[in-house]
C-alpha cells in the first residue's frame, strides 16, 4: 500500500498531466500570400563566421541579414558596447539589411576595426542574436635579416635546417627551395617536418650546397618570402668522386659509420598531443641514422582506424581525418634499421567543442496552447547552457506566467496574444560555444486555403490516388472531404486522410469519378476548396519490342504496340541508349514500330519504347545486337613437326558477336595443283591449336577460316610451308574390276591414286590375274596406266584379280582378290512357246519357255518384250503406232509376267529376246492380241459460258482416246458448298453432242458442273467445271455486249439513218421558207405542250393520225411522194442554177383550183419541227 505522502505525489502528477497538452508546433507555409500577412519575430538568415580574416587590400564586409514581419531593423555592438555607425563616415549599413561596409579609400586603416563584433534584428515581436563575430585583418610580416653561418656537418651525421617563418595571420605555408626556384629533393632520407624544418636523418657528400632557401607563401595576400639561403659543407674522411656516383650506394665505396636510429623529431621517448572533435590528428615522427630508419606506427590497444588514417612524408606522418571520441590513446612510432630500433608514444588527447544533439527550432502556437523549447549540446568538457530571451538572460525579463524554466527546456503554458519573442540558448565551454535563435510566435489566423481552386486531376485508373487541399490556419483547422456535395465525411475504408490535407484513394475506380470539397474549420471561420476527379485508362505497352540479333546490312523491326485511354493525347519516344534517338533515313518510325534498314554496328545498343500521356507514362527496352562474318585468325604458327603431321597455331579474330562454332583449315600444295586450296579438316570453335594429319611427300601451306552463325570470315594470311617426307604407297587403287570388250578378252581397270596419295615419285601398279578355281599360277603385269587387257580369253569365263600401288619408296599394300569374267556373246537360243491370256481392257498375263542359260553366252540379264500398238478397234480412229519394251528377271521353269499399262479397245503385237550385258538373242514367235473395250478419257476441254440472265452455254469436244464405241455423254450438277444429302441434276447427250444451252432455276446461285463420256463398259473419267458468276448485267459469252463488233455496227447503222432523216426534213422545210408551198392537207399544227385534263403533256394533235404539212403521213404507213417538185416552181420544164447553186428562174405558184392562198404558208420550218414532224 501507498503511504500518505506517495499517494499525495502520484496526485499532483496526475494533476500534472490531466493540465499538461501539448499540441504539435504549427509549421507555417512558405506561401507567398501567408508570408505577405503573417507577422514573425525576426530570424537571421545569414551572418559571417566567427573567426573572420579580412584582407587590408579589400574593403571590410560584415554580413549580417534578417527576415521577420515587419522588416527587423539592426544594430550592431563592437567589443561589448553600443557601435554607432552613424559617427563613423568610413562604415555604412545595406538596406533592409544588417550587413556593414567598412570602406578605406579615403583613408583610414584596417586594423583599427579589429575586435568582436555582434548584430542584433529586432521588430515588435522580438530580437534575434548573431554570433560573435572576432575580425582580424591578415598579416604577411617580412622575414628577419639575419646572416647566416655556413653550416659544417660530417658527412653521415643528421642534420636540421631550421626554417622559423615570421608569424602571419593566417599562418603561411612553407617549402623548400633554391636560389633558381628548384624544388629541393625530398626522400626517405630528407624531409620536411610540419615545422617547417628541414630534417637530414643523414647527410651524404652530394648534399653539400650553398643553396638551400626556406619559403614562406602567405594565402590572403598572395605572396611569397624567402629566407637568406643556408650553406652546406660536408666534411668526408675521403675524396669524393663525382664521376664515380652511384644512386644505390651514396657513399660511393667509402668507409662511412654507421649508427642506430635516434628521433630527431619528437625528443624523448614519449609526449602528447590535444585535438579537437572533427578536426585533423597530425602526428610526425622523423629519426636520424646510418642506413635511414625506417618508420612504422602502431596504436596501443586496437588498429589503426584505415578507414580514416593516411600515412605521408614517407611514412613519417600520420595523418586521422575528422577526430572523434575513441581515436584518443596512446599512438607508437618505430623507427629502425638493421643496427636496432627506437619507439615514441604519443598519448592522444581528444577535447570537443560544443556541438548540438537537440537544436532549438522555431515554435509556432495558437493561443492557449502548449509547447517547448529544447536545447540540448555535447562537448569535452560538458558545456553550460545559458538561455536569453530578446538577447537578455531571462532573469533580468518580465516574469510570464506560461513560462517554465527546466534545464535545457523551457515549458510554455496555455499562451497568450503578445508573448511573442525570441529566445537564445548558448552552449559554451573553454573550447568554443554555439548560439542559435528561436522564437515563439503566437498566431491567430483564420483557415485559409492555399491551393488552386476547382483544380482538375486526371488520374489512372487503379492506381493510388492523391487529392492535395493545402491549407492553414491557426489555431490548426479540422478538415474534411466530402464527394459531390453530398454524405458524411471522407475517411477510412478506401480513403485515407492526412493531417496536411490530402486525401488519399487507394485504388482509383471508374465510379470515384466526381466532385470532391475539402473543407477546413476553426474557431476563427471556415474556408473550402473543389477538386474535380476523373478516372482514366492506363497507359500501357501491350507489344512490347524483343530481343534481337541480326546481320549486318538487314533490316530490323521493334515492336511497340500501345492502348491508352482514348481521351488522352499519347506521344511515342524512342531512345538508344538512354539518348535520345535520332530518326536518320535509315530509321522510319510510324505508330506501333521501329523499322532501322541496313543496321550496321553502330546500331548496337538498348533501344527504349517510351510512351507518354498527360497523367502516365510506360517504357519498354530491348537490346540489337549486330552481327557479322567474323574477323580472320591471325599471326598462323607451325609446331612439332612430324614425319606425317604438324601442330598448327592461330590467333582467332574478333568474332563480331556471333561466337564462332568451328574453324575450316585448308591447304594448298605447289607440286600437283599449285594455287588451288583444299579444304583440309574442321574444328571446334573453341580450339585454336591443332595438330594436322598430313600425306607424305607433299610441300604444304595452310591457311585456316573462321565461321560463325552469319557465315565465314575471309581466309587468314598462309602459314609457312611445311614439306613431308617420302613413303611407300598406304593406299590400296579402288574399284578394281575386270570385264570383256569383246568376246575373247578381258580388260583389268581400277582408280589410280589421287596424287596426295602417291606419297613418292615413280608410281606404278601390279595387277595379278589367274582363272578362278584352277591352281595356275598367277600372270602379272607392272604398269603407270589403270587398265590392263588380258587377250585370248574363252567367253564369259571368271578370273581372279589383284592390284598392288609401288612408289620409289616401295610397294604398298595388296588388294582383295576380286572376280572379274571375260567377254560376252550374243545368246544363242530365243524363248519358245511365247502367249498371252486373261486379257482384258489394259492388261494381260503373258507365258513363255524358258532358255538354257548356257547359251546366254554371258551374264544373264533379263527376258525383253517387246510389244506395239499396232490400230483401235474404234471407227476412223487413228493411232501413232509406237515401240515399247519391257524386261523380266526370272529363272523359274515356267516363267510368266503381267504386261499392263495396255490402251483399251486396242490391237497389239508383241514378241521376245533374251539379253546379257552386250547382246540380245534371236527373237521368240510373235504374237497377236486385242484389249477390251473400257470406259473412255475425259473430254480435252469443257467451256461454260453465260448467255443470257438465267442462262449457260455448254461446249466440249470428244475424248482423243474413247476406248470404246462412245454411247453419248453424262452431265452431273449441284450447287457448289451444298449438304452432303442434296442430290445431283443429271443429263445424258448423244454420242454425236458437244455443246448444250441450259436454263437454271435460280441465276444467283453458283453450279458444279461434271461430264463424263460414256461407253458400254460405263462411264469415264470426269471433267469438273463451276459455273461463273451472275451480276445484274446481261452477258452474252461472259463477254461485254458493247464490246462486240455486231452490236457497235448495229448502232452506227441506226445513228446513220436517224442522221439521214433529219437532213432530208430539214432540207424539205427549208424550201418551204423560199418560195409558197401548195399545201396537199390544210391542216394546222397544234402546240405540242398541251395537257390533258389530268396534267400530263400531249406531243400529238387533236387529229393525230393526220400527217403535217410537207411531211411523211407516217413511219408505219405508206410513205407519199410530194407534190412539191422543182420543175413546179421554174417558169420551164428545168430550173437553173448559177455558179453558187441559187436558182435563176422567178419563183412562182403553181395553184390546183380548189387550193386558195389563204392556206398557203411562208413560214420556214426549223429542225426541231421536223424532228416532230418525223415523230
Not at 463 to 487: E, I
Not at 610 to 638: F, G, M, N, W, Y
Not at 1031 to 1036: K, L, M, R, S, V
Request: aromatic share 10%; hydrophobic share 35%; net charge negative.
Amino acid at each position: 500500500m501507498l503511504s500518505p505522502c506517495g499517494r499525495a505525489a502520484l496526485a499532483f502528477m496526475s494533476l500534472q498531466l490531466l493540465l499538461w497538452r501539448e499540441t504539435v508546433t504549427i509549421e507555417v507555409p512558405q506561401h507567398p500570400k501567408i508570408l505577405a500577412d503573417l507577422k514573425q519575430p525576426p530570424t537571421i538568415i545569414k551572418q559571417s563566421v566567427k573567426d573572420y580574416i579580412v584582407d587590408p587590400r579589400d574593403n571590410i564586409i560584415i554580413e549580417c541579414e534578417a527576415k521577420g514581419n515587419p522588416v527587423p531593423t539592426f544594430t550592431w555592438r563592437r567589443n561589448g558596447k553600443f557601435f554607432n555607425i552613424g559617427k563613423d563616415p568610413r562604415v555604412t549599413m545595406r538596406k533592409r539589411s544588417g550587413t556593414l561596409e567598412i570602406g578605406f579609400r579615403n583613408g583610414g586603416r584596417p586594423e583599427d576595426y579589429e575586435g568582436e563584433y555582434q548584430c542584433f534584428a529586432n521588430n515588435i515581436y522580438g530580437m534575434a542574436l548573431s554570433n560573435k563575430i572576432v575580425l582580424q585583418v591578415s598579416k604577411a610580416p617580412l622575414w628577419p635579416k639575419e646572416v647566416l653561418e655556413p653550416v659544417v656537418v660530417t658527412e653521415g651525421t643528421s642534420l636540421v635546417l631550421p626554417c622559423n617563418p615570421p608569424p602571419g595571420l593566417p599562418p603561411p605555408f612553407t617549402f623548400w627551395m633554391s636560389s633558381m626556384m628548384m624544388p629541393i629533393r625530398q626522400d626517405k632520407r630528407v624531409s620536411k617536418g610540419l615545422n617547417g624544418d628541414m630534417y637530414f636523418s643523414n647527410v651524404v657528400a652530394q648534399d653539400a650546397n650553398n643553396d638551400y632557401s626556406c619559403n614562406a607563401r602567405f594565402p590572403f595576400t598572395h605572396t611569397i618570402q624567402q629566407k637568406n639561403p643556408f650553406t652546406l659543407k660536408i666534411i668526408t674522411n675521403e675524396p669524393y668522386n663525382h664521376t664515380s656516383y652511384n644512386a644505390s650506394d651514396t657513399y660511393v665505396g667509402r668507409k662511412v659509420s654507421e649508427s642506430t636510429p635516434t628521433f630527431l623529431l619528437p625528443l624523448g621517448s614519449e609526449s602528447s598531443k590535444m585535438v579537437l572533435r572533427d578536426e585533423q590528428l597530425l602526428l610526425e615522427c622523423i629519426a636520424a641514422g646510418l642506413p635511414t630508419p625506417t618508420i612504422k606506427w602502431f596504436k596501443k590497444g586496437g588498429d589503426l582506424p584505415g578507414h580514416k588514417v593516411k600515412l605521408e612524408n614517407y611514412n613519417k606522418t600520420l595523418k586521422v581525418i575528422k577526430v572523434s571520441e575513441e581515436d584518443a590513446g596512446e599512438y607508437v612510432c618505430m623507427a629502425n634499421n638493421h643496427l636496432g630500433s627506437i619507439r615514441h608514444s604519443i598519448f592522444v588527447q581528444v577535447k570537443a567543442a560544443p556541438y548540438w544533439l537537440d537544436k532549438p527550432t522555431n515554435l509556432v502556437l495558437a493561443p492557449e496552447e502548449n509547447g517547448r523549447l529544447v536545447c540540448r549540446a555535447n562537448g569535452n568538457p560538458k558545456p553550460s547552457i545559458q538561455w536569453l530571451i530578446n538577447g537578455q538572460t531571462i532573469n533580468s525579463s518580465l516574469a510570464n506566467p506560461s513560462r517554465q524554466m527546466m534545464g535545457d527546456t523551457i515549458i510554455f503554458r496555455s499562451v497568450q496574444i503578445g508573448s511573442s519573442a525570441v529566445y537564445q540558448c548558448n552552449a559554451s565551454n573553454q573550447h568554443g560555444y554555439l548560439l542559435a535563435n528561436a522564437f515563439v510566435s503566437i498566431l491567430d489566423y483564420p483557415p485559409r486555403m492555399l491551393g488552386p481552386k476547382n483544380q482538375l486531376i486526371q488520374v489512372v485508373k487503379n492506381n493510388r490516388t492523391f487529392l492535395d487541399c493545402p491549407f492553414f490556419g491557426s489555431p490548426h483547422p479540422a478538415l474534411r472531404w466530402f464527394k459531390n456535395g453530398q454524405g458524411s465525411g471522407l475517411d477510412g475504408g478506401m480513403y485515407r486522410l492526412y493531417i496536411n490535407g490530402t486525401l488519399e484513394i487507394k485504388r482509383a475506380r471508374v465510379e470515384d469519378e466526381g466532385t470532391y470539397t475539402c473543407v477546413a474549420n476553426s474557431i476563427l471561420g471556415m474556408a473550402e476548396n473543389q477538386v474535380r476527379l476523373e478516372v482514366k485508362e492506363p497507359t500501357r505497352i501491350v507489344g512490347a519490342p524483343r530481343h534481337q540479333s541480326a546481320i549486318r546490312g538487314s533490316t530490323v523491326r521493334f515492336e511497340c504496340k500501345v492502348e491508352s485511354d482514348a481521351s488522352l493525347p499519347v506521344s511515342v519516344e524512342w531512345m538508344k541508349d538512354d539518348e535520345p534517338l535520332y530518326l536518320g533515313w535509315r530509321m522510319k518510325k510510324d505508330d506501333e514500330s521501329l523499322t532501322i534498314s541496313n543496321i550496321n554496328e553502330g546500331d548496337e545498343g538498348t533501344y527504349t519504347c517510351s510512351v507518354k500521356s498527360e497523367i502516365d507514362q510506360d517504357s519498354a527496352s530491348a537490346r540489337l545486337t549486330v552481327l557479322d562474318h567474323p574477323d580472320p585468325p591471325l599471326d598462323l604458327d607451325l609446331s612439332d613437326p612430324a614425319a606425317r603431321s604438324v601442330r598448327l597455331t592461330w590467333i582467332p579474330g574478333n568474332d563480331q558477336r556471333s561466337p564462332i562454332t568451328e574453324f575450316l583449315v585448308q591447304f594448298e600444295e605447289n607440286h600437283w595443283e599449285p594455287g588451288r586450296w583444299q579444304d583440309l579438316a574442321t574444328y571446334p570453335g573453341d580450339l585454336n591449336s591443332v595438330i594436322l594429319q598430313l600425306a607424305p611427300f607433299v610441300n604444304y601451306q595452310f591457311r585456316v577460316i573462321a565461321i560463325n552463325a552469319v557465315g565465314q570470315s575471309k581466309p587468314s594470311a598462309p602459314s609457312p610451308r611445311y614439306k613431308t617426307s617420302s613413303a611407300a604407297p598406304d593406299v590400296i587403287p579402288r574399284g578394281l574390276q575386270g570385264w570383256g570388250s569383246e568376246k575373247n578378252n578381258m580388260e583389268i581397270t581400277w582408280e589410280p591414286l589421287l596424287d596426295l596419295e602417291k606419297n613418292a615419285p615413280n608410281l606404278q601398279y601390279v595387277v595379278w590375274w589367274r582363272r578362278k578355281d584352277s591352281d595356275a599360277e598367277w600372270n602379272n603385269v607392272t604398269t603407270i596406266g589403270n587398265k590392263v587387257v588380258v587377250h585370248d580369253t574363252n567367253t564369259y569365263e571368271p578370273y581372279e584379280i589383284k592390284i598392288q600401288a609401288s612408289n620409289d619408296v616401295g610397294p604398298g599394300p595388296e588388294s582383295n582378290v576380286v572376280i572379274g569374267y571375260s567377254g560376252e556373246d550374243k545368246p544363242t537360243n530365243a524363248p519358245t512357246e511365247l502367249r498371252i491370256s486373261k486379257v482384258n481392257s489394259t492388261k494381260g498375263h503373258i507365258h513363255w519357255k524358258p532358255v538354257d542359260l548356257a547359251s546366254v553366252q554371258g551374264e544373264f540379264k533379263e527376258y525383253r518384250l517387246y510389244y506395239s500398238r499396232e490400230s483401235s478397234h474404234v471407227p476412223g480412229l487413228l493411232v501413232r503406232k509406237e515401240n515399247k519394251t519391257k524386261g523380266f528377271y526370272t529363272t523359274m521353269a515356267e516363267p510368266s509376267a503381267i504386261l499392263s499399262s495396255l490402251v483399251p479397245f486396242s490391237r497389239y503385237k508383241m514378241f521376245m529376246v533374251v539379253a546379257n550385258n552386250r547382246y540380245e538373242g534371236p527373237p521368240s514367235n510373235t504374237v497377236e492380241f486385242s484389249t477390251k473395250e473400257g470406259v473412255p478419257d475425259a473430254p480435252p476441254f469443257f467451256r461454260i459460258n453465260r448467255r443470257g440472265f438465267d442462262t449457260i452455254h455448254l461446249e466440249w469436244d470428244k475424248p482423243l482416246e474413247p476406248n470404246g464405241i462412245l454411247i453419248g455423254y453424262q452431265l452431273k450438277y449441284q450447287i457448289v458448298n451444298a449438304s452432303r444429302d442434296a442430290r445431283s441434276q443429271i443429263e445424258t447427250f448423244h454420242p454425236n453432242m458437244t455443246e448444250y444451252t441450259m436454263r437454271l432455276p435460280d441465276r444467283s446461285t453458283r453450279y458444279k458442273f461434271y461430264l463424263s463420256a460414256l461407253t458400254q463398259v460405263g462411264a469415264g473419267e470426269v471433267f469438273p467445271e463451276d459455273s461463273p458468276f451472275f451480276t445484274n448485267e446481261a452477258y452474252i459469252d461472259q463477254v461485254d455486249i458493247a464490246t462486240q463488233g455486231w452490236f457497235i455496227g448495229l448502232m452506227c447503222a441506226i445513228a446513220l439513218i436517224i442522221l439521214i432523216l433529219l437532213i432530208v426534213c430539214f432540207i424539205k422545210r427549208s424550201r418551204g421558207g423560199k418560195y409558197p408551198v401548195r399545201d396537199k392537207k390544210e391542216l394546222p399544227l397544234d402546240s405540242v405542250d398541251q395537257k390533258d385534263p389530268d396534267g400530263s403533256f400531249d406531243y400529238h394533235s387533236d387529229e393525230d393520225n393526220k400527217p403535217l404539212q410537207g411531211s411523211q403521213t407516217s413511219l408505219e404507213g405508206p410513205v407519199k411522194e410530194s407534190d412539191d417538185s422543182l420543175v413546179d416552181y421554174g417558169e420551164g420544164g428545168d430550173g437553173q442554177f448559177n455558179e453558187d447553186g441559187s436558182f435563176i428562174g422567178q419563183y412562182t405558184v403553181k395553184k390546183d383550183k380548189d387550193e386558195t392562198e389563204g392556206n398557203e404558208s411562208s413560214e420556214a420550218t426549223s429542225p426541231v419541227n421536223a424532228i416532230y414532224s418525223l415523230a
